[in-house]
């Protein structure tokens, strides 16, 4: 019965603007691997960051200008960080201190503005995957591309849909998605993903084409896909009986509300949004109104994949981490101050919000001083991992459950 449901569930959640896309794109994030033994009970841990949203940018932050219900509720229902930050560095060094547990600033040391993983920096994926864990990555990477030792599936991924480059991830109506994924390969003379066995070499990856943006058209916003893609992965993967209780890792990277700096100089608006609703009458800049609605958008697609886990009982079971890899910026025809984004120049805080139904205590707002160091020790201590003493970072896993620590892992 699990096969005929998760069938149903790939066709309700991946349908595309067209017939041969959906055809292609029918099999995104649904590949499960073979089971391993069975382990203790461990929760599933899904990690969303966004870029270029602001500490003051969700309504539970103090916004007024326009609400976000849905993440209102998952903080409501967890723990709302007041004190965590970013540091001034670009999006690529946090994202890497997320996943490795390194300095950001000695990230950025090494490489200003793009980090490309080395082959001995462990990932959070790695050592998750490494026990047992099912691991996936939706979205921007921009931490290695294709054919270096960073790349998705070099680093503990075992399904990746995405891009690499940040000018392709920002652009909201891509005409392509790069995929991978470990049971099947990528047929460049039919354009088609095949079942994949050994004696056909290692599995590849490669660009899909999504029909519906081609020259120029505006029928497949990326950030749905992400969605419909981390639903259908959330489906497929549910720990039960049938996989021993597998858990899953997943990280879903949107970019959004981030500028797009190809529409910004050819329209002076980067914020690219399907419709500025429901703010279209509000005596806004055309851009900020189109940036509140993208933030309204992604509202609405935290909310769906709450429900998700809701619907499937997995709720209780999966610990949700939400935050921002970038601040605002004023450009692409946006002021960070016209909604206060940020409350200062010097305020280097994101929103950071972690929900566990059951195990964090709900309503909780906490001051604690942490940084995207301190996830993996975070997640690994989670997932009943151990890891290096040596990390700069500590995992607050005792202030999520509401027990007292001595951390504080504050940028320097």
Not at 61 to 73: A, W
Not at 344 to 360: C, E, F, H, Y
Request: include cysteine; glycine fraction near 8%; proline fraction near 8%.
């Amino acid at each position: 019965m699990k096969h005929y449901r998760s069938l149903i569930l790939v066709c309700l959640t991946l349908q595309l603007a067209l017939a041969g896309q959906a055809e292609s794109l029918s099999s995104i994030f649904t590949n499960v691997a073979s089971a391993p033994a069975v382990l203790p009970r461990r929760p599933n841990i899904i990690l969303i960051t966004t870029h270029g949203l602001g500490y003051g940018d969700l309504s539970s932050y103090g916004q007024v200008k326009f609400q976000t219900p849905n993440l209102d509720n998952l903080a409501a229902g967890g723990i709302r960080f007041t004190n965590y930050s970013v540091g001034g560095v670009a999006s690529s060094p946090v994202r890497a201190a997320l996943l490795t547990g390194i300095n950001p600033q000695a990230l950025k040391q090494r490489e200003d503005v793009d980090v490309t993983l080395a082959p001995d920096e462990i990932t959070v994926a790695q050592i998750l995957k490494k026990s047992g864990y099912h691991t996936a990555l939706i979205g921007e990477w921009d931490l290695g591309g294709d054919g270096t030792s960073g790349a998705p599936w070099n680093k503990g991924f075992d399904e990746f849909g995405g891009y690499f480059d940040p000018a392709d991830a920002e652009n909201y109506y891509a005409d392509y998605i790069f995929r991978y994924t470990p049971n099947q390969s990528y047929d460049k003379a039919t354009g088609k993903w095949i079942e994949w066995s050994p004696a056909q070499g290692p599995p590849t990856a490669g660009r899909e084409m999504l029909y519906a943006n081609i020259d120029g058209k505006r029928g497949q916003y990326i950030p749905d896909l992400y969605t419909k893609a981390a639903m259908n992965f959330i489906a497929n993967s549910a720990p039960d009986q049938f996989n021993h209780y597998r858990p899953f890792f997943l990280l879903l990277d949107y970019a959004m509300p981030r500028v797009n700096v190809a529409e910004t100089i050819r329209t002076g608006n980067g914020m690219q949004v399907p419709t500025d609703a429901p703010y279209s009458s509000e005596p806004w800049p055309q851009a900020e109104k189109n940036r509140a609605a993208m933030i309204a958008r992604l509202d609405g697609d935290i909310g769906k994949l709450v429900q998700q886990l809701q619907k499937l009982r997995q709720e209780s079971n999966t610990v949700v981490f939400f935050t921002s890899v970038g601040l605002p910026k004023k450009t692409g025809g946006v002021d960070p101050q016209f909604f206060r984004s940020v409350l200062s120049t010097n305020d280097l805080r994101a929103p950071m919000i972690v929900n566990w139904p059951g195990k964090i205590p709900a309503g909780q707002v906490s001051g604690l001083k942490w940084s995207p160091r301190d996830f993996l020790p975070t997640a690994a201590e989670i997932g009943m991992v151990q890891v290096s003493t040596n990390l700069p970072g500590a995992s607050i896993l005792p202030v999520l459950l509401g027990r007292p620590s001595t951390n504080s892992s504050a940028m320097n």
